[in-house]
């Protein structure tokens, strides 16, 4: 079964679309703005990774440490796929279709090593979102930074 064949297909029980979602997966630099099918969850994409690992016996060498450098490592094969092309804008424009993909991968493998390494260090991923995001509204009220991108420490009150 492959994540990334979702796309326009309409086979998967997770591939209830909305109609942002039907164009092509990787692609769009339409005005709308992008977002993402409802599914896998976050525990959904726990879970599959918990079994791959399983069937695999590969528990051993998925310490937090390990799982760390494993991401790490992911970040660089994405910072790869960006260096030295200058500035990129949103939906990246004059990406092949093959570049568009290979990116879809190593961003996944950077949340799949991430999802495993909340796991294997008992961190409740989503809601350790939810509860930094909150924070982050409380540092930055909207009214006080609204289109200025300074750090919360150069703000005098
Ligand atoms: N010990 C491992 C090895 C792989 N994976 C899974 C998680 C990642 O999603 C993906 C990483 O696979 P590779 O290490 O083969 O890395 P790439 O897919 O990026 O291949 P390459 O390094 O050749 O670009 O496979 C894993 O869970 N545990």
Request: glycine content about 6%; charged content about 30%.
């Amino acid at each position: 079964e492959n994540l990334y064949s979702r796309g326009t297909a309409d086979k998967k029980p997770y591939n209830m679309m909305a109609s942002s979602h039907s164009r092509l997966q990787n692609g769009g630099t339409g005005a709308e703005r992008f977002t993402f099918s409802p599914e896998p969850t976050i525990e959904d994409i726990r879970r599959m990774q918990a079994e791959f690992t399983d069937e695999r016996d590969w528990n051993q060498f998925h310490q937090p440490r390990n799982l760390l450098l494993a991401m790490v490592g992911e970040v660089g094969e994405v910072s790869e796929l960006f260096q030295w092309r200058g500035e990129v804008a949103e939906g990246l424009p004059n990406w092949t279709e093959c570049e568009r993909e290979q990116l879809a991968q190593e961003l996944s493998d950077v949340m799949i090593y991430l999802v495993e390494l909340a796991e294997k260090c008992h961190v409740d991923l989503p809601q350790a979102v939810l509860r930094k995001m909150a924070l982050n509204r409380l540092k930055y009220p909207a009214s006080k930074v609204h289109g200025s991108a300074k750090k919360y420490t150069e703000y005098k009150d």
